[in-house]
């Protein structure tokens, strides 16, 4: 299990309404340094992936460092245009054509995932934005299926089957996106099947886009061990600049979400409920699956008290997991859900008429914001 960042929440508890997320300025502007870092050392420019952190109240830090942030389609290619302002890189798995022009407008970089797309809209695109296309390295070890953009029967990707170098004129980028939460091994096995499959069209490219799954701000990433690669691919193809497009990274362990116990039954064994949801606050704890880190808690039977905890949605299967604590439970008491910024909120759901979390900042002088509160209407408005 990682080790938790040094959070600052405790101070400021009492003051979090709940259930809310809260992002530590602080931890957020260490993870920007450490990918600021690996650009300066590299050359390479690093996109915010929107995909799994659109924070945008604390988009200006991230303006501050990264070079702008990667789109999947026309809603995020707009909240990168209108809310960070710097380059917007558009892939989509398949583009709309009455939503094209508006993505041409905002976008420095599109990327198409197939050469039927690239043919339908080439004409308008070529000359107003860089095309690129995305290619599947047919190569990964995504630790999920749900999470593998390179599995069996993948729609994400050219592979070099499909490949028509005949239909090259006008690109000039290729991207690939292979990795999950992975260390610098795994983007060398992915680098080894990209250039033996693309390695020929490189050097007539103008950049080369490594996509999103680098953990770079694990703690126990190999920063050095990525520069050294980046740097040696770029000298490999005359220094082709080279983009990278994390999204966890960016949010990794910047902070949690807070939830109180609203209630506690009994059958068979202690259960709280919780004014948030698995289903619908942290999705992936069902998808995945994995089990959230609880601040001072133990695994079920660890410490001497256990609780089932569960979710205040009408679904059986709204469960947190089995947690134990030095103390027992009581209704009011806050749980800090730890590292729960990215792939949470951009997941969340009104599903049951459940209240959305509110979002908190933890400003870097201890001052704790309600940056964002939201209600009723997010679940009138789509129903
Ligand atoms: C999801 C995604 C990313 C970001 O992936 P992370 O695992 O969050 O770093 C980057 N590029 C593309 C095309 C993606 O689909």
Redesign the pocket.
Known sequence: MQLQKHSAIAKVLDQIPTPCYVCEEALLEENLKRLAYVQEQTGAKILL?L??FAFTPLFDRVGKYLHGC?A?GLHEAKLSHEVMGKETHT?SPAFKESEFEEILSISDHVVFNSFAQWEKFRALAKERVSCGLRVNPEVSASPADLYNPCGLYSRLGITRAQFRPEQLEGIEGLHF?AL??QNVDALEAVLEGFEANFGAFIPQMRWINF????HITREDYDVEGLIRVIRAFRARYNNIPVYL?????VGWQTGPLVASVLDIVENGMNIAILDTSAEAHMPDTLAMPYRAQIRGAGEAGEKAYTYRLGGNTCLAGDIMGDYSFDAPLHVGQKLIFEDMIHYTIVKNTTFNGIKLPDLGVLRKDGRFEVVKEFGYEEYRRRN
Do not use: N
């Not at 497009?245 to 990274?249: D, F, L, Q, V």
């Open positions: 992936a995909k799994g990667t999947s892939y996106h999950c939460e996509g999103g799954g680098h497009e994390p999204g966890e990274a």
